[in-house]
Nanobody
Framework: QVHVVESGGGLVQAGGSLRLSCEASAGGFSLETVGWYRQAPGKQRELVATIDSAGKTSIADSVKGRFAISRDNAQDTASLEINNLKPEDTAVYYC???????????????WGQGTRVTVSS
């Protein structure tokens, strides 16, 4: 059973910072790639950052320079640091965890329920 839980969202003024956390609890699985997505009201979900098991990161051009992704392999957690928040960053942020079953090597992906970020101008 794999559970993905996000935390750290909230109401922030423009220019502020937030650190979102994603915890993937998965006994018998190894955490592979973690992706952070966001979905603003009335818009499609978009990918903002990924980090693979080796720590290689990818940041969407639209947020490059303000967003950073990191992970703690010992804790099976990943974080998304958001700086210089803008009202257009208002969205529900979702964590997507790709895990590998350590017995079968099957890889599956799992979503958290999201954490809401609201940026006031």
């Amino acid at each position: 059973q794999v559970h993905v839980v996000e935390s750290g969202g909230g109401l922030v003024q423009a220019g502020g910072s937030l650190r979102l956390s994603c915890e993937a609890s998965a006994g018998g699985f190894s955490l592979e790639t973690v992706g952070w997505y966001r979905q603003a009201p009335g818009k499609q979900r978009e990918l903002v950052a990924t980090i693979d098991s080796a720590g290689k990161t990818s940041i969407a051009d639209s947020v490059k320079g303000r967003f950073a992704i990191s992970r703690d392999n010992a804790q099976d957690t990943a974080s998304l640091e958001i700086n210089n928040l803008k009202p257009e960053d208002t969205a529900v942020y979702y964590c997507n965890a790709v895990v590998r079953n350590m017995f079968s090597s099957e890889m599956t992906e799992h979503w958290g329920q999201g954490t809401r970020v609201t940026v006031s101008s």
